[in-house]
């Protein structure tokens, strides 16, 4: 008769049982810990790839907004990698504080603007906003919640009645944090259904109606073409006479001008249209196909000139061609 092999016996058996065995003797609340600090630190890095990869594809041309985006990418990677490498509550609580406010710069941005952008909804910001409300939930009970018994560096007696309470942990935090947590969410969502997104593509979008008739306007010492209603128009260096090459988030950008095309008296060139992808006719200026820029909220302005999001430049278009 041959004997079945033990738990203990065979080349994993000791070590797993052993590790199963430091495992369980460690406190609950050790475990809790470990789990927030992963769960944390990689959340708050997931928010900064997702702005690394936004200020790679265009938003480091933006001004202040692309040095805010660098800024934020180098602050989360720091501060997550700290989280990981240590049980630092202040670190728990700085990285919870940056999540808060990198979406509260967000929301900003979407309802009145921030240096000048006004954002739209975008699949992007959708995602990176709930990652940044679910690493704030995670660092702040991180932050509040204290090291289990003997985890504590230096002397056991705490040196003050303030430390001693800082140690023990706050009562009530983790309702707070989770009353503040889903404010933070119904806030996020609240602004998201109200935010403009990406526009049809087969409407003008916000700046453009009907062209009914090309203008110009001096802005910057430059004559350059806009709308009817006054908003400067653009055209995108990957484009080409026949063919658009911005659509879907593009798209929501820079909202491409349909209608018929006519233009006012005096101004020279020539005016087409393109077929875009979804039928439409887009009007063209010279073979440049024309788009306003939602960062453009009132006549006389040029924000998107010369800026090189969505895959390439984008230049004001002007009288000259």
Known sequence: MVNSPGPGAGPHGGWGMALLRWMTARPARWHLRLGL??????????????????YLTGYRSIPTIGW???LQVMAV???????????SRLLAAAGAGLALATLAAYLRAVWAGLFGVTEIRTSAGIAA???????FAALATLAATPAAPGRQAGPAAPRSALLARLQAGTPGAGWAVGG?????LAVFGMTMARAAGPPPASTSGVNTATIGG???ATIGGATVLTNARGFTLYWFTPDTPTRSSCYRTCAGYWPPVTGTPSAGPGIPGTLGTIKRSDGTMQ????????????GDTAPGQAFGNNLNLNGGLWHEATSAG
């Open 37 to 54: 600090r992963l769960a944390g630190a990689g959340l708050l890095a997931a928010t900064g790839t997702i702005h690394l990869d936004l």
């Open 68 to 70: 805010l985006f660098l």
């Open 77 to 87: 990677y720091s501060v997550a990698a700290g989280v990981l490498a240590s049980s």
């Open 129 to 135: 906003g709930v990652i940044e409300v679910a690493a």
């Open 180 to 184: 503040m947590s889903i404010l933070a």
């Open 214 to 216: 090309l203008q110009t």
């Open 283 to 294: 009007v063209t200026y010279n073979g440049h196909p024309l788009y306003t820029y939602v």
